[in-house]
């Protein structure tokens, strides 16, 4: 049982890199989400997607960009990395309906210097 | 947005019953209540989740307020396994998960 695959796990950039964290589930499930954690606080929520084709904004969207390849895969891009942005990194999917339950991976450990 | 409160920490002893409280005064009849966890190093995992009526598994139990505006996670016998931060969150009936908040650091003691 994979669940919800996130590639890389660790990741150092510099300062005005670019890269793409990659996230996959095979669950079939609709909803997938990107968050950020910071050292000692909670999940924040960067993007969403609700369906394939659609994407929607969180609580800290800014510098960051999504992706819905398809069903499966959700991607999150980082056009110009800034050391603000050095945080875990987890994806998460979880079906429709309010009484499904959310999976998470592991995580993106992301430090830009 | 509905939002969730939560004590930043508790303590518990190893092999006490624990109840991990949980306040959402602006809870929407539709928004489920779901408990994760996430362990150190981890990603959060799923706990429990309810609606209306009180839930038990395996895992915890969950007790919801008449009102819907408060709900209390029950671990019955916590191990120091259970050690982590959890956190009651919200998510609407289009299934979408928007809020984490801080959640709850739980320590437990031998």
């Known amino acids: 049982n994979a669940g919800v695959t996130q590639t890389p796990k660790f990741q150092v950039l510099k300062t005005g890199q670019s890269m793409t964290l990659q996230c996959a589930q095979d669950?079939?499930?609709?909803?997938m989400y990107w968050y950020r954690q910071d050292p000692g606080m909670g999940l924040r929520l960067i993007y969403y997607?609700?369906?394939?084709?659609?994407?929607d904004k969180g609580e800290v969207p800014n510098g960051y960009n999504v992706s819905r390849l398809n069903k499966r895969e959700f991607s999150l891009r980082l056009e110009s990395a800034a050391p603000s942005q050095t945080s875990v990194y987890f994806c998460?999917?979880?079906?429709?309906?309010?009484?499904?339950?959310?999976?998470f991976g592991q995580g993106t450990r992301l430090t830009v210097v | 947005d509905a939002k969730t409160t939560q004590p930043n920490s508790m303590e518990s002893n190893e092999e006490e019953p624990v109840h991990l409280p949980c306040n959402h005064s602006?809870?929407?009849?539709?928004?489920?209540i779901h408990w994760y966890r996430q362990l150190p190093s981890q990603g959060p995992e799923y706990v429990i989740h309810?609606?209306?009526s009180n839930v038990n598994n395996r895992m915890a139990s969950l007790a919801i307020a008449e009102d819907r505006k408060s709900s209390t996670l029950i671990l019955h016998r916590a191990t120091l396994r259970d050690a982590a931060v959890y956190y009651c969150?919200?998510?609407?009936?289009?299934?979408?998960?928007?809020?984490f908040g801080g959640g709850t650091r739980l320590m437990v003691k031998p």
């Open positions: 998460a999917s979880s079906g429709t309906g309010g009484y499904t339950e959310a999976f």
């Open positions: 669950m079939n499930h609709n909803s």
């Open positions: 997607s609700a369906s394939e084709g659609t994407t």
């Open positions: 602006t809870i929407s009849g539709t928004d489920y």
């Open positions: 309810g609606l209306t």
């Open positions: 969150i919200l998510m609407n009936n289009a299934g979408n998960m928007l809020t």
